[in-house]
């Protein structure tokens, strides 16, 4: 049996770190959820799942220096490890392998 | 990207703090707060101040209800779908479980800690709810009284009611419903196809069955008229008497039967369980003759009925007191120092003393289960506290205070429902043998020990407050601390609070035991002075009965006197029977006791005359029960007849206090006043004293008088008397020979309470041997667990010191003075628990006093041999910890810090 996939919100939420570049920060993040999947999501959903791709070795995230505008608290970067990027590639795979021949689907929409 | 000007204020410093205690702790919650920080900075460009302020606590309140929901009892995240904690509560139950599952010791040791606890309150409570709470099976019974009197001149107390007095009372008096009465007897039933039997009965008035307000299973009660003394015999027979000799018929009502010796009616069949007034099976009317004569004499009649629902128990009194008041100035001769007063029925047969001794030991096992809580209270603190950084890691992941205590409490939870459920297997199992115990025994029908409905919410109760008791202490300590302060440094903070908290409820165990085992203590002694008390009698090898005559077979006197003379002489010639004797009473099963005169004496009014105990006596009685005549001789053969001289034995106490000084032979004794028409009897014998006891717990008081004296059976008219058999093998065998030979001289005689002379002792001293296996159990339970507890407490608070004591050692110090510094504070404990505990004990056996036999409640060898059995038991608990303490060794316990 193969290992299941990601979720298609654990999925949009590393492309969405990806997207971010170096600097993925969670405000950033969010925004490109948004922005790119029309997508508003509850911040606690937000934060736990992104503690829980952590926890599964999906991404990682350093601090950068505390800045004023943030009443002192420290900010998380995020950064999406080789196995998150194996993840996604094993999702991209599977899906186009499924859309495969039924491009006649896709140009209809 | 921070486009929000310096001036921006902060957010609201509440919703901070919630999601400060809300989020999980470090970084990840920080950073979370940081980025709302950073929002709210960015968005107070763009939105009025409220807004914006309701914004921010909109977030945080949504965020803090995430986390408190999203987060599993370990502080770790869960995911979104949030199927690990069904609502938590079983994810608790279920981590519970693997965490008692993990220290395997503690757990058992905890469980069978509370099922101890469990199974001794449980138990005793069954014997409480069974003997004293659940009350007669009869409606308000809470109502049903009794009128009862006492003779201060004679100093007769608690005397049941002449029978004009019973009519006085039933006409004149407003406070009862209806006032029935009833005594004592035994009815013989012949007649039928079987052989005769005779059955404990009552002899009711006629409305005393009906009044109850239990009605007939089969035909009915009696009605007014019937218990008139020309009235035709009838009988109402009791369900096991129905089913057992009358194989359920169902037409037994209307039969007609031999009912003592009397052709008579069965009028009805009682139902099941319906035993009234003690543990009779038949009733038949009283049939008393009442002469309207001015003379009131004539026999005692109990008394009862049901108060008025509108009338209190004093109104009763009073109104009880006042038509005694008028009796007395019609009859003041026979009135003199009467007393009348109610009270209620139960207390008839269910003394106040034993009562009293039975709550005592209610209080005594929640003794033992707060020892058992407090044994538990101090493991789980122990492990709470070992546990410290695991519950202060919880915390920083977001466990909330109430979490972390609901947790500790499921856990004290599981062990409490596996405990409770152990305990009540435990306690069915004594109930049981102990029911066993007492099934031959003399009780109030209404007394029935059992595990029933009442008694398991009862101990689901108990249970329940065990697992607060022991649960909620550990878990408001262990969750209390500050999580900075146990992650910081382990080892002092939180243990040092819980150790004093431990040393507290280890006094209170320690003061608890001591207590119990003085209760323990005073009632071992009293059944080894049972024991050991010289019964001046012998009770092997003898076999003992009764026989009762009817009035109809035997009118005259004398019928009686010779049947009871033919029946010894016959005995007597019987194979196997080596001895034979009569008497009233049977030693062991107390006597009568009689108003006497000695000759010479003046007795200026009634309360001079002493009360001494008498009993009718056969010949060859003292012979049968190897008790010698010091002087002068035995009653002979012919004294059984009341022609003969008046003649009478006395004990050595009698003579030692009546007839010191005098050679007690041919002196004069007289049972009744010195004016009385009673012949005055010459003492022909001084016997050795017997103990011959009556009252609670059928040895009596220690402190009765042993005075007796012993008359034969031509001074007193009776129609019962007792067998007395020396056998030179088993006596059982010898109740055919004695059975037929009664039937030979009359086939409707039979014969009842047929028991070895071991049996029946046995039976007359169940009180003490009860109570005090009880008891002994409690406080015996009381002292494992108190030293275990103490054990425990210590060796954990060394193991906590292990650095401490490690330093001291590397700085010098020498075993010794480490053994003297642990034990100290384990002996201080110690001296504490112990005075604390003489206190409670005092006040906790005062109302032994009752049952107890040969002690004082204040006896000192008890006190001392309690504190010298603690005091080691307390001491050993602590020293095996202390030479641990004295073998660390100052290298591995810096290590380990």
């Known amino acids: 049996m193969g290992k299941s996939y990601l979720g298609e919100f654990e999925q949009m939420l590393l492309l969405a770190i990806l997207r971010g570049g170096d600097d993925a920060y969670a405000l950033e993040i969010r925004r490109e959820l948004q922005e790119h999947a029309g997508r508003r999501v509850s911040r606690g959903a937000f934060y736990t799942t992104l503690d829980r791709m952590q926890a599964k070795g999906y991404l990682r995230w350093t601090t950068r220096p505390i800045s004023n505008a943030r009443g002192g608290r420290p900010q998380r970067h995020f950064q999406v490890t080789e196995e998150g990027l194996e993840q996604l590639r094993r999702a991209h795979r599977a899906l186009t392998s499924l859309w495969d021949g039924l491009d006649q689907y896709l140009a209809q929409s | ?897």
């Open chain 2, 1 to 897: 990207m921070s486009r929000a000007g310096k001036c921006s204020p902060a957010p609201p410093r509440a919703a901070e703090r919630l999601l400060e205690a809300a989020l999980p702790r470090g970084q990840v919650g920080s950073s979370i707060i940081g980025d709302l920080h950073q929002e709210y900075q960015e968005r107070g460009a763009q939105s009025g101040r409220l807004r914006l302020i309701a914004w921010y606590w909109l977030q945080a309140l949504a965020l803090a209800w995430h986390y408190s929901r999203r987060v599993s009892p370990h502080g770790i995240p869960l995911n979104d779908k949030g199927h690990e904690p069904m609502t938590s509560l079983i994810s608790d139950l279920r981590y519970g479980v693997r965490m008692l599952v993990k220290t395997p010791l503690v757990s058992v040791i905890a469980t069978l800690t509370i099922a101890m606890g469990i199974a001794l309150t449980v138990h005793t409570f069954s014997i409480v709810y069974g003997s004293v709470m659940r009350g007669l099976p009869l409606p308000d019974d809470d109502r049903l009284m009794q009128i009862l009197q006492n003779d201060t001149e004679a100093g007769f107390q608690g005397m049941s009611l002449g029978i004009h007095d019973y009519l006085d009372f039933r006409d004149q008096s407003d406070s009862f419903e209806e006032l029935g009465t009833y005594y004592w007897g035994t009815v013989n039933l012949a007649g039928d196809d079987q052989p005769p039997e005779r059955y404990e009965g009552a002899f009711v008035s006629a409305n005393a069955l009906s009044l109850l307000g239990v009605p007939a299973l089969l035909g009915r009660t009696f009605v007014a008229g019937e218990d008139s003394s020309d009235a035709e015999p009838s009988i109402v027979i009791g369900y096991a008497v129905w089913r057992n000799r009358f194989g359920g018929d169902p037409n037994i009502v209307g039969r007609t039967l031999r009912i003592n010796g009397e052709t008579g009616t069965v009028l009805g069949v009682m139902p099941e369980g319906f035993r009234f007034p003690f543990n009779h099976e038949v009733w038949i009317p009283h049939r008393a003759e009442v002469d309207g004569a001015a003379d009131r004499g004539g026999g005692r009649f109990e008394t009862f009925g049901r108060l008025r629902t509108d009338v209190s128990v004093e109104a009763a009194t009073a109104e009880i007191s006042a038509i005694t008041e008028r009796i007395r100035s019609e009859f003041p001769e026979e009135m003199a120092g009467i007393e009348s007063y109610i009270s209620l029925f139960e207390h008839r047969y269910m003394p106040p003393q034993i009562t009293a001794a039975v709550w005592v030991q209610l209080v005594a096992v929640f003794g033992v289960l707060m020892i058992a809580c407090a044994n538990v209270a101090n493991l789980l603190l122990a492990r709470a506290s070992v546990r410290g950084r695991e519950v202060a890691i919880r915390s920083a992941l977001g466990a909330s205070r109430a979490r972390v205590i609901r947790q500790l409490l499921i856990e004290a939870l599981v062990l409490g429902i596996v405990g409770g459920t152990i305990g009540l297997i435990a306690a069915k199992i004594g109930v049981d043998r102990f029911s066993a115990a007492l099934v031959d025994i003399q009780k109030p029908y209404w007394i029935d020990i059992r595990v029933d409905a009442p008694v398991v919410f009862f101990s689901i109760a108990v249970t329940l407050l065990a697992v607060a008791l022991a649960g909620t202490l550990p878990a408001l300590r262990a969750s209390g601390c500050g999580v900075s302060t146990i992650l910081q440094d382990e080892s002092r903070g939180t243990s040092l609070r819980m150790g004093r908290l431990s040393g507290v409820l280890v006094i209170g165990e320690i003061a608890i035991s001591v207590a119990l085992l003085i209760t323990a203590g005073l009632m071992i002694k009293s059944i080894i002075n049972v024991n050991r008390v010289d019964l001046g009698f012998r009770t092997d090898n003898i076999l003992t009965a009764r026989v009762g005559l009817f009035e109809v077979d035997y009118p005259a006197r004398t019928d009686r006197e010779s049947f009871f003379i033919s029946l010894l002489d016959r005995l007597r010639s019987q194979p196997g029977i080596d001895k034979a004797a009569l008497t009233s009473h049977v030693p062991g099963r107390g006597s009568m006791r009689l108003l006497t005169s000695i000759e010479g004496e003046d007795y200026a009014s009634t309360s001079d005359y002493p009360v001494v105990a008498a009993t009718i006596v056969s010949s060859g009685f003292f012979d049968a029960y190897d008790v010698p005549i010091l002087q002068g001789r035995d009653f002979r053969p012919e004294e059984a007849r009341s022609d003969s001289d008046a003649v009478v034995i006395v004990n050595e106490s009698f003579v030692r206090r009546f007839l010191p000084d005098d050679n007690p032979l041919g002196q004069l004794v007289k049972a009744g006043r010195v004016d009385s028409d009673d012949p005055w009897m010459r003492v022909v014998g001084v016997a050795a004293d017997m103990h011959i006891g009556g009252g609670v717990g059928g040895l009596g008081s220690d402190r009765n008088n042993p005075e007796q004296y012993y008359v034969p059976f031509g001074a007193f008219d009776t129609r019962f008397s007792s067998i007395v058999l020396r056998t030179p093998g088993t006596p059982q065998e010898a109740t055919s020979v004695m059975r037929s030979t009664v039937t030979d001289l009359d086939s409707n005689m039979p014969i009842y309470e047929v028991a070895t002379m071991e049996r029946a002792m046995e039976q007359a001293t169940w009180a003490f041997r009860v109570f005090g296996q009880l008891f002994a159990t409690l406080g015996v339970a009381a002292l494992f667990l108190a030293s275990v507890g103490l054990y425990g407490v210590m060796s954990f608070s060394v193991s906590l010191r292990r650095t401490e004591l490690g330093i001291r050692m590397a700085l010098g110090a020498q075993a010794r003075d480490l053994l003297g510094t642990v034990m100290r504070k384990g002996a201080w404990q110690l001296a504490i628990g112990i005075v604390l505990g003489l206190g409670i004990g005092v006040i906790l056996s005062r109302p032994l006093s009752a049952i107890t036999f040969g002690v004082e409640t204040t006896d000192l060898s008890v006190y001392a041999a309690i504190v010298a059995t603690i005091t080691v038991t307390g001491l050993l608990a602590t020293l095996l910890p202390a030479r641990k303490a004295t073998q660390v060794d100052p290298n591995d316990a810096l290590r380990i810090e």
